[in-house]
């Protein structure tokens, strides 16, 4: 399995970045789920937002900002950031996990995902 990170780069406060996460190596019998963290310099890895195919979690800081959505067909994950901010500046990395799907309190936990990607860089600045 194999996670393949894209779509950072530098942007302004207030503007938009959509990152995307394609996935390859499950197969159709598979089921999993994804999930976007990230490390921002000096800070521990946290969990952004995560989907399975009937929900998607956001950490406080991102709700209503950014929106994660999934294309099955394009075995593609995106993270559509809108109104950006500084505090947003960090590697973002995409993380699947094989089996059952997470509830609220637990899908941000990092060690329950077994595959991740290699990061994007975001950066937020005027």
């Known amino acids: 399995v194999q996670l393949q990170a894209s779509g950072g780069g530098l942007v302004q406060p207030g503007g938009s970045l959509r990152l995307s996460c394609a996935v390859s190596g499950f197969t159709s019998s598979d089921y999993y789920t994804i999930a976007w963290f990230r490390q921002a310099p000096g800070k521990e890895r946290e969990g952004v937002s995560y989907?399975?195919?009937?929900?998607?979690f956001y950490t406080g800081s991102v709700k209503g900002r950014f929106t994660i959505s999934r294309d099955n067909a394009k075995n593609t994950v995106y993270l559509q950031m809108n109104s950006v901010k500084p505090d947003d500046t960090a590697v973002y990395y995409c993380a699947a996990r094989r089996g059952l799907r997470l509830i609220s309190s637990v899908w941000g936990q990092q060690e329950l995902y077994d595959y991740w990607g290699q990061g994007t860089l975001v950066t937020v600045s005027s």
């Open positions: 989907i399975d195919d009937s929900t998607k």
